[in-house]
């Protein structure tokens, strides 16, 4: 799987810890700086794909990206 798009986001000089927050606090401050990563998406997408649980991508929290796996589990559920 490619991830040089890794190297041309905004955290790339960043500690890698501050992606990995252990309260809300920390979480907004890393999501701040996703704000106009221009590899949000996919960011997003790989985190998605690959069943990250922990930490921030793609600017969401652990929580946002189970409620968008959830919402994309029921909606194909939806359509059959
Ligand atoms: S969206 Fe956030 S975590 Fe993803 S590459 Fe950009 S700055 Fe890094």
């Keep these: 799987m490619d991830t040089n798009w890794m190297n041309e986001g905004h955290c790339a000089d960043s500690p890698p810890e501050l992606f990995f927050p252990s309260d809300g606090v920390g979480v907004e401050v890393a999501k701040k700086v996703c704000v106009a990563c221009p590899m949000q998406a996919r960011c997003l997408d790989y985190a998605l794909e690959n069943r990250i649980?922990?930490?921030v991508?793609?600017?969401?929290?652990e929580r946002q990206r189970r409620r968008?796996?959830?919402s994309r589990r029921l909606s194909v559920i939806v359509s059959r």
Excluded: Y
């Design 53 to 55: 649980d922990h930490g």
């Design 68 to 70: 968008i796996l959830r």
């Design 57 to 61: 991508w793609g600017g969401t929290s």
